[in-house]
């Protein structure tokens, strides 16, 4: 596993590098130029979103703590060294951090707020997925994490992301308000059992 693991990250980030990624992969995988839109979007929500919107938001920011902290615990157990802290010849395109490497916070973080909006919104789904897979490439492409280290953040942000929305299903149902629950169209329709 380990040397499929070098052998894809050499790959992406030294023999499939281009002038165009080379512009584009940093741009992608620094959050600072999408705080300010980011936070639009949410007080956006927060104003003309009504409930569900609401709902979005506040979700959105416990989810973003959430799978943060249960990333950490993971790169706290696990303590992999980032390829441009542990290799030759890394072509490093941002700067190389020194916290650890698996899983990425990146894509842990990316993936559950793709995962927790596609299930509100659903027509943002692909768009939602597509700039989650694209920010864990440009992590590789960087230097900065190997393939496995975003595949692993890629399930921590699922399980992290899954596990909240059951909780606020459940904590919906408890509550009296899964008849017009937005958080219950994630689930379906209700099964007679």
């Known amino acids: 596993m380990a040397a ?8 992406i980030n030294r023999d499939l590098s281009n002038a165009l990624f080379d512009l584009l992969m940093p741009a992608i995988t620094d959050p600072e130029p999408f705080l300010v839109p980011f936070a639009g979007a949410g007080i956006a929500l927060l104003v003309w979103g009504g409930r569900k919107g609401r709902l979005a938001v506040v979700t959105a920011l416990v989810l973003l ?31 190389c951090t020194h916290s650890l490497s698996f899983p990425s916070s990146h894509a842990a973080n990316i993936t559950a707020q793709a995962l927790l909006f596609a299930s509100l919104y659903r027509p943002l789904a692909f ?30 942000g699922l399980i992290a992301a899954a596990v909240f ?27 007679e059992v």
């Open 4 to 11: 499929l693991d070098l052998f894809l990250f050499r790959a």
């Open 65 to 95: 703590f959430v799978s943060n902290a249960a990333n950490e615990l993971v790169k706290f157990w696990i303590q992999r060294p980032r390829p441009c802290q542990a290799l030759e010849a890394v072509r490093l395109l941002v700067g």
């Open 127 to 156: 768009p939602l997925f597509l700039v989650a897979a694209l920010v864990g490439y440009s992590r590789v492409y960087v230097g900065v994490h190997y393939p496995a280290d975003v595949a692993g953040g890629v399930l921590v």
């Open 165 to 191: 929305i059951r909780l606020a299903r459940e904590v919906e149902g408890r509550l009296g308000l899964q008849q017009n629950s937005e958080m219950s169209e994630v689930r379906g329709p209700k099964s």
